[in-house]
């Protein structure tokens, strides 16, 4: 059964930083593009990054370019999501997302993207003084 596990959420003072993770298990990150998404109270998903099962294109929302970055271990079969500068509109649930249609230098940010078929439970990120 394709599982995905995020953590390294937690709580977090303005300007600080948290580095996510999320792993795989029963299937291989080797051709798998994964996508990480947050989602607050009252808000809809948003796509923050992604990258691609090559690991040679990485997508960032404009609200998170420059202090979010994207990394892929195969070895670990995980991905990281690198959280810098982090500000109190960054409090929500982070997700990590899978899609396995194996399509070269693509991925992509829409949460309803139909590409992304196995889903984490999320871990809290809550930035707060």
């Known amino acids: 059964?394709?599982?995905?596990?995020e953590s390294g959420g937690g709580l977090v003072q303005p300007g600080g930083s948290l580095r996510l993770s999320c792993a795989a298990s029963a299937f291989t990150?080797?051709?798998?593009?994964?996508?990480w998404f947050r989602q607050a109270p009252g808000k809809e998903?948003?796509?923050?990054?992604c990258?691609?099962?090559?690991?040679s294109l990485t997508k960032y929302a404009d609200s998170v370019k420059g202090r979010f970055t994207i990394s892929k271990d195969s070895?670990?079969?995980?991905?990281?999501?690198q959280m810098n500068s982090l500000g109190p509109d960054d409090t929500a649930v982070y997700y990590c997302a899978a899609d396995r249609t194996r399509s070269p230098y693509m991925c992509t940010l829409d949460p309803s993207n139909?590409?992304?078929?196995?889903?984490?439970?999320?871990?809290?990120?809550?930035v707060s003084s």
């Open 1 to 5: 059964q394709l599982q995905l596990v």
């Open 29 to 35: 990150l080797d051709s798998t593009s994964i996508g």
């Open 45 to 49: 998903r948003e796509g923050l990054s």
């Open 51 to 55: 990258i691609d099962y090559i690991g």
């Open 75 to 81: 070895t670990r079969q995980t991905v990281y999501l």
């Open 114 to 126: 139909a590409r992304y078929s196995s889903w984490g439970r999320g871990t809290q990120v809550t």
